[in-house]
């Protein structure tokens, strides 16, 4: 069956008008919806377009039309209008999201875990989340831009009504609430009304899979770009359908967990049951900000039992509205987003629709009798008979057959906020309370210490009845005890493992397992989890969601963990210092307490009857000339190559007795000597190091010799690099070099080979698995620079030809300015807008 997608505008209280279409209307009829507020017959409505000074009509005849002062008004059936219609010239093609254009604003003055058995919620399985970078322990305000969509069944029921942004309103006001310890803002850019069940996503009793369906149908709705004015994070379907969660029929919401900015995922289902439904919008979009239900074990472990009367509790019976959200959502939150998880978050719209201001109750669409409808059903009425202790606390409704008997559910059903009541007062959280007491009050917060971080907390007093949650930095912290470790003591990370040894955890065969830290293969954002390996095996576990603060992220950077946040640190250990080692290894040294070793250096004496020799030196980081060459002795002291600090830069062939050893000539980056005849005399290789230089050598070299034929590995005067890998005498695993890494900031890879070889330098598979060297690692640590936007200025010009500006800056991981090619785009973005 073909369907069409046709527009229905809704004038709406806006920021600045826009000339997007917030509210859609997806179904076959041309039919031209009423907004919240019922409009006269016919509304104009001031307009800024490019093209000129323009004025748009709208009536309820299903036209739009369109005058300017230099051309003639012009009209279009309703039917024709294309969904993403921009207020461009006559004939402009429209622009599909997802494409790579980008409308700014204009410049003109405006004119699943499951539930338990019983009614409650269920949230589907963990799921991937997107990452990025932003600044740590700081309370920042994020914006859930959000797409509401109302199937055909909320039409059904509620026609025109303005019920969905109520429900988004009374959501936002829950998370205004100071407990959620988090300035959360919801916001709605856009509003999807289905009138055709056809035309939307296929709804049915079967919750995780209308939640699919859902999920899949809302991606075509979704500009790629977050700078989009209609962008959305997340998207809501509300829907009368009474559908079934994995255990139980009475499931209120459906929703994956942590999948904010995540646009395939990042999506909730809500059945509606009338002004209810608001708490399962905020308990469903909990579960998208990654919180998991009060009773879950980690919050139970860290928490001890949390009780019902939170937001997330698994089962809704009634919510303290004195503090609606637990302690353990407020940590899953704050840790979320202090991971990066939520940064698409960190934009404020441009141009979102103003949700309803007033308390539901106060408004005609929520009296008791509609109360009472939108619960039970249509031939529902409020009970009149509702005793002193009932007003406000219970909702009672009966049938309108006039029948004695009174109904409720849920065992504590209040009346909606704002409902009148006695005295002239109004309904908050189940009492009649003075209508002066609902004020909302703004609170900056003040700090304790505890523990090595200084906390700001936001109750002083705590902000009510939403008022505007604390922003800034939540929390400080500073290093201790930084003496180094014992050289020959164990790391942090290894008495973190090695304490699981107690537990006395056995393989299959009863043999108890030792465990020891496990880098290789771990992801750069999960290095500050306990990731243990049982020593001599590949098995490992994750045995903590954070190491102790203060571990180091891996072995081989300086930055350490705090809160399972990687945070630099310097080589004296401390947070946020720039100390780093110099060449000699000394902490914020400058190089002069070492002397450096330079000349000749013995590497090995290959022994006569040698064949097969191959030995490399790799300049370091491919640089030419890096200052280490190798060179070739007699036993009699005769150089036979790259003596008397003469470096060959050509190729050629030394001849020895009829043997011939090639080299490659230094003006390679990969060094080399290679001979396949059999060695008629010892010869000494050494490594020639220039003193003005300081690149570290990297020599590698393998040959073949009878068995009968001595060899010492190592002469007394010989020094030893650690760079340098001795012969290969039985199985053992040959290490490449490491390649560059990936990104030169961020979280980045290096690689390199690990080959298990035998002594004739063949492939084998004998080597020790379980001591095989890891062969990526991560790297890069360092966040990358991000540009940072401003706001728009007003318009130069009240009319005519007008600028707006706004600053761009590249911002670096401290905060501060940095050179604008940091930044990874190749130019800022757009900062200056012209319009006629």
Known sequence: METSLRVSLLELSRGAQSPLCPWLREGHGNRWAKPPQAPSALQAERRCSPAGKGLVLSSSEGMLGEMGEESPPTHKPLGQILLWWWGGEQGAKPQPPGQDHLPEPLCCPPGQDQAPAGRGWAEGVNAGRVTGWTKRFVSQARYVETLLVADASMVSFYGEDNHILTLMSMAARIYKHPSLKNSINLVVVKVLVVDEAAAGPEVSDNGGLTLRNFCSWQQKFNPLSDRHPEHYDTAILLTRQDFCGHQSCDTLGVADIGTMCDRNKSCSVIEDEGLQAAYTLAHELGHVLSMPHDDSKTCERLFGPLGKHHMMAPLFIHLNKTQPWSPCSAMYLTEFLDGGHGDCLLDAPADPLALPAELPGRGPLYSLDQQCQQIFGKEFQHCPNTTEEDICA???????????????????????????????????????????????????????????????????????????????????????????????????????????????????????????????????????????????????????????????????????????????????????????????????????????????????????????????????????????????RTLEGKYLLNGDFAISAMEQDILIKGTILKYSGSMTTLERLQSFRQLPEPLTVQLLTIASEVFPPKVKYTFFIPKDVPFSKQKGKEKKSANVIRPMLTSQWVLGDWSECSKTCGSGWQRRTVDCRDVEGQTSSTCDRALKPEDIKPCGDVPCPLWRLGPWSPCSQTCGEGVRTRNASCIDYAGKITAPEKCSSPGPPPHLQNYP
């Open 394 to 632: 219970q909702l009672w409704c009966r049938t309108d057959s006039g029948e004695p008997l009174c109904h409720t559910k849920n065992g504590s059903l209040p009346w909606a906020d704002g409902t009148p009541c006695k005295a002239g007062g109004l309904c908050w959280d189940g009492r009649c309370v003075p209508q002066d007491a609902l004020k909302p009050q703004v609170m900056e917060g003040i700090g304790d210490r505890r523990a090595g971080f200084s906390y700001r907390h936001c109750d002083s007093p705590k902000p009510q009845h939403g008022g505007r949650y604390c922003e800034g930095q939540r929390a400080k912290y500073q290093s201790c005890h930084t003496d180094e470790c014992p050289p020959d003591g164990k790391s942090f990370r290894e008495q973190q493992c090695e304490k699981y040894n107690s537990y006395n955890f056995t393989d299959l065969e009863g043999n108890r397992l030792e465990w020891v830290p496990k880098y290789a293969g771990v992801s750069p954002r999960d290095r500050c989890k306990l990731f243990c390996r049982a020593r001599g095996r590949s098995e490992f576990k994750v045995f903590e969601a954070k190491v102790i603060d203060g571990t180091l992220c891996g072995p081989e950077t300086l930055s350490i963990c705090v809160h399972g946040q990687c945070i630099k640190a310097g080589c004296d250990h401390v947070v946020g210092s720039s100390k780093k080692l110099d060449k000699c290894g000394v902490c914020g040294g400058n190089g002069s307490t070492w002397e450096k070793g330079y000349g000749y250096n013995d590497i090995v004496t290959i022994p006569a009857g040698a064949t097969n020799i191959d030995i490399k030196q790799r300049s370091h980081r491919g640089v030419r000339h890096d200052g280490n060459y190798l060179a070739l």
